[in-house]
């Protein structure tokens, strides 16, 4: 029972450069997001998708590209890596955003820009 | 906008206490509110999902309690144990696909 898995669970980029961060779930889940978590700022909403082939932008999308070509899988690329984009990052997931449907979330991957 | 406050933002207690986590919400049109449990360095651990329509949920030793009509819920946990040591984080969800989390409360359970 794998639930929401992200890879990697570490990472370390220079400025200037690009990746992505993996994020898939095997629960046939429509809704997934990512968020970042930073001291003192809380968890912010990044990017999210209501289903493959929908995504939308959450309050924080700059810097941040996604795709959902697949019920699974919602990687998160980072186009040109900044210090600012130093956190935290989660990705959660639920059958549907509404209603009585909790959200699960991933163990994280934590970014560091130098 | 949504705003969501939880208060204390970090509470020490000996094991064995029953306690009290406080969350508060701004906009009480919200359909649901969950709590969260996430241990340091590790992912969030959803520990119970509360619908609007309902006034509390219950799972072991915790239970959640919800007044939408003044902003609130409760995490209600029984006889703390250190393992209980994490922080814990209430959210709701919003209109736009967000869910507004609290800054949580750091809760530290001693021996």
């Known amino acids: 029972n794998a639930g929401v898995t992200q890879t990697p669970k570490f990472q370390v980029l220079k400025t200037g450069q690009s990746m992505t961060l993996q994020c898939a779930q095997d629960?046939?889940?429509?809704?997934m997001s990512w968020y970042r978590q930073d001291p003192g700022m809380g968890l912010r909403l990044i990017h999210y998708s209501v289903g493959a082939g929908i995504t939308d932008q959450g309050e924080v999308p700059n810097g941040y590209n996604v795709s959902r070509s697949t019920t699974e899988d919602f990687p998160l690329r980072l186009l040109s890596a900044a210090p600012s984009q130093t956190s935290v990052y989660f990705c959660a997931s639920s059958y549907s955003f509404a209603a009585s449907q909790p959200q699960h979330f991933g163990d994280g991957t934590r970014l560091s820009i130098l | 906008k949504q705003e969501v406050t939880q208060i204390p933002a970090a509470l020490s207690v000996p094991e064995g206490e029953n306690l009290v986590l406080n969350c508060s919400f701004t906009d009480s049109a919200i359909y649901n509110l969950q709590w969260f449990r996430q241990d340091p360095g590790k992912g969030l651990t959803s520990l119970l999902l509360?619908?609007?329509?309902?006034r509390e949920q219950t799972s072991g030793r915790l239970n959640a309690s919800l007044d939408k009509s003044s902003g609130r819920s409760t995490l209600y946990i029984a006889a703390s144990q250190p393992g209980d040591s994490a922080t814990y984080l209430c959210a709701v969800p919003g209109s736009n696909y967000k869910l507004t989390f609290g800054k949580g409360t750091l809760l530290t359970v001693n021996p």
């Open positions: 629960m046939n889940h429509e809704y």
């Open positions: 509360i619908q609007s329509s309902q």
